[in-house]
């Protein structure tokens, strides 16, 4: 695992190195702009932004322990920690520190890693299904003033057709798991017997998932949760941007069109890589305000570089607060987590 990472890591730096060179000529950037922009911009929309991402990471917890209900009664609070940790080492150690937060909460609550991860499963379905009718709301119904107003609204027209194919592959799911379970083996079993059989192990995983909200009332509150934080993340965005106070592209921004820009991060964090991947983030960030708002090129880029503190690095003193008040090494737990769910796959595939 630490040869393939290595490889990675040697292969896009490379590749970095390689563009830098060929459009080095290209480039233009005024610095002395781009540090103006970082320093006029409202201190306060930057506070209300960490804010909301705080209080995302509570509802986290509080969906978490709704998953948990039906096997385990747990605090919230018990929760939070794990949640601070996990998205801490995701932030210093990339996507491959994902597990981390399932890890932690199985050994918090004495129950195994391969339910928590089916957990995780879950909760990033309802993440999926969230942000899209999040998005699908607000950009179906962006005002025809707007600026570029039909690309918005196709945008959230697919997102809510994305939305709507992923209920109804919940609801079969729910109703009828071992028969989709069984047609995903013999579709992808034709290409990988071995991706085949993980895949029907991941649809039974999420049908049981499923199953755990036995009562109407947790699914509407998981449901309700989910749209709720997704949300609170749009807002956040807002506050991001409308804190570059000198820059009017920026500044005047709806809800409704920030969500682009939210669809577009979410994208380019897909496959986080360490340290290198906050600086494609800002990357994907800037290029989709230059290109969606007009913005100039250096204030989209402060503004992504602030965008990824606010969203993703901000957790980083709470995570190391926390990881010593649980005698936690961020390092180690990230390891020991990709090695649990590496086994819980070559176990779903036996």
């Known amino acids: 695992m630490k ?17 830098v060179f060929l459009f080095r000529d290209k480039i233009q950037f005024d610095w002395p702009m781009f540090w103006r922009q970082l320093r006029y911009v409202s201190v306060g929309h930057i506070v209300a932004g960490i804010a909301l991402i705080y209080l995302t990471y509570w509802m986290r917890a509080v969906r978490w322990r709704v998953f948990l209900s039906p096997t385990k009664k747990v605090s919230s609070v018990d929760l939070l920690g794990s949640q601070f940790i996990g998205f ?11 597990l981390t937060r399932p890890y932690l909460v199985a050994r918090r609550v004495n129950l195994s890693v391969s339910s928590q991860i089916a957990v995780y499963t879950i909760e990033r379905m309802f993440d999926l299904g969230a942000a899209a009718v999040v998005f699908s ?4 119904f962006t005002p025809k003033s707007a600026p570029h107003h039909e690309v918005f609204v196709r945008a959230g027209l697919l997102s809510m057709a994305a939305t709507l194919a992923i209920a109804a592959f919940a609801g079969a799911v729910r ?7 069984s047609f995903a083996r013999k579709v992808v079993g034709v290409l990988s017997k071995s991706a085949g059989e993980s895949i029907a192990n991941k649809v039974i995983e999420f049908r049981d998932g499923l199953n755990v909200l036995a009562s109407l009332r947790e699914f509407a509150v998981v449901v309700l949760l989910s749209v709720g934080m997704w949300t ?18 920026l500044s005047t921004l709806s809800f409704s069109r920030t969500m682009l820009l939210m ?19 800002i990357a994907v960030t800037a290029t989709a305000m230059h290109a969606f708002y007009g913005a100039p090129i250096e204030a989209a880029t402060a503004c992504g570089a602030v965008l990824l503190f606010i969203t993703f690095l901000s957790i980083i003193p709470a995570g190391l607060i926390y990881s010593q008040i649980e005698d936690v090494s961020l390092k180690k737990v990230t390891e020991e987590s990709e090695a649990a769910g590496t086994a819980t796959e070559a176990a779903d595939v036996r």
Do not use: C, H
């Open 263 to 281: 669809a577009a991060s979410i994208g380019g964090s897909l496959l986080q890589l360490p340290v290198i991947g906050w600086f494609t983030q």
């Open 232 to 249: 609170i993340i749009g807002f956040a965005y807002l506050q991001t941007v409308q804190a570059f106070v000198s820059t009017p592209e």
């Open 88 to 98: 801490t080492a995701v932030a210093l150690f990339g996507r491959l520190a994902d």
């Open 175 to 181: 109703m009828a798991g071992e028969a989709v379970a």
């Open 3 to 19: 040869k393939r990472n290595g490889v990675l890591w040697l292969v896009v730096i490379l590749a970095l190195g390689l563009l």
């Open 137 to 140: 709301s607000a950009l179906a």
